[in-house]
């Protein structure tokens, strides 16, 4: 029996063990996850009522204003309060739209964030799931997706944009410039992680 045959065997029990460890982590973590949200079922950050509130008087015919009348630019997640504005008028209430956009951007996040920090080779599939573990585990993290502020959904559009760029070879293409230009207006320090990619982009790459 050859070197190979006698390896082989060996590499796709690893293989196999691979999967199965990820696929455990990702459950536990969702189980973890899951239990986090149902403690924090009911819980709104207040902070996040200043965006609801911006919402419902644009939906009411009144514009952007917090108390009528009085234009004044008292929030800094316009891209926030616009999705939900979106979300409204397809039929959302305003503080399920709010956390529905912190749930997807805190998706995004464990699934991309890890997968633009870690290699796409097989040896790194496990830990690209302790990684996803880890943010599931978390009772912040997931809290903080699910109380009605911009985070999650801020964080889950960087660690698309940082994937995104690694796709890229490590280059600010189109698209990670339209989701940097998103982060932006979701939040406007989103414009630092702009001139991050900027900066890597031509550090690896020059003005090509």
Same mark, same amino acid.
């Given at each position: ?8 065997? %060996? ?22 996850? @899951? ?26 015919? *009144? ?16 891209? %926030? ?5 979106? @979300?409204?008028? /397809? ?24 997968? &633009? ?6 040896? %790194?599939?496990?830990?690209?799931? #302790?990684?996803?573990?880890?943010? @599931?585990?978390?009772?912040?993290? #997931?809290?903080?997706?699910?109380? !009605?502020?911009?985070? !999650? ?21 189109? /698209? ?21 990619? @900027? !900066?890597?982009?031509? *550090? &690896? *790459?020059?003005?090509?």
């Amino acid at each position: 029996m050859s070197q190979a045959s006698r390896t082989e065997p %060996q590499f796709m029990s690893n293989a196999s063990l691979s999967r199965w460890a990820s696929k455990a982590a990702l459950l536990l973590g969702t189980a973890l996850a @899951l239990l986090s949200l149902w403690i924090s079922w009911d819980a709104v950050i207040d902070d996040a009522l200043i965006s609801l509130r911006y919402a419902r008087n644009f939906v009411d015919g *009144h514009g952007l204003v917090f108390n009528l009348g009085e234009y004044v630019e008292g929030y800094t997640n316009l891209g %926030q309060v616009l999705a939900i504005i979106g @979300l409204r008028y /397809v039929g959302f209430d305003y503080l399920f739209a709010a956390r529905l956009l912190g749930v997807a951007g805190g998706i995004a996040a464990v699934y991309f964030g890890p997968a &633009a920090i870690l290699p796409d080779r097989r040896g %790194q599939r496990v830990e690209r799931a #302790v990684a996803r573990l880890l943010l @599931l585990s978390n009772f912040f993290f #997931v809290y903080m997706c699910w109380t !009605g502020l911009e985070t !999650g959904l801020y964080i889950g559009v960087l660690c698309l944009a940082a994937w995104c760029f690694k796709r890229g070879g490590d280059r600010m293409d189109a /698209v990670t410039g339209m989701l940097a230009g998103l982060l932006f207006v979701i939040r406007p320090d989103g414009a630092l992680y702009g001139l991050v990619f @900027l !900066g890597f982009t031509l *550090h &690896a *790459h020059g003005l090509r």
